[in-house]
């Protein structure tokens, strides 16, 4: 065991940070996460981002428990709105198991239900 602990430190120094940093939580305490490196920005103002939610409690469904969701989101911070282009919703993420995925042709924007993940990211990409 005390053989492992320092291999365990050197592949923990050698491997790349998660893409996937916590921006903030929903007002029901679910974690959102942002894919720094996926955020855009267009030249008419309008930023893309990669976006997650981890739901806490899981959303209960007929096909069985939604756990996390991932979209690619698109925010106009000039008017405070959002968009979804693609949304992914898992049923167990580490294995690929998805309840359902939706690619929108024409995406249209609308204000971000307060405390909802679509506002605690909006808020987090247009503050910068």
């Known amino acids: 065991m005390l053989r492992t602990a320092p291999m365990l430190l050197l592949i923990a120094a050698v491997l790349p940070p998660s ?28 930023v893309t981002a990669r976006v997650r939610v981890t739901y806490a409690p899981p959303l209960v469904t007929p ?29 167990d993420e580490a294995k690929g198991i998805e309840y359902s995925r939706r690619t929108i042709a024409k995406p249209g924007f609308s204000p971000a239900l307060t405390s909802t993940f679509a ?9 910068k």
């Open 19 to 46: 893409k996937w940093q916590e921006i903030g939580k929903t007002s029901t305490g679910n974690s959102v996460y942002l894919d720094a490196k996926s955020v855009r920005k267009a030249p008419d103002g309008i």
């Open 63 to 91: 096909k069985g428990k939604v756990t996390s969701a991932r979209v690619v989101a698109m925010f106009d911070c000039v008017r405070k709105q959002v968009a979804t282009r693609e949304s992914v919703l898992y049923l």
């Open 119 to 127: 506002d605690v990211a909006l808020r987090h990409v247009c503050a």
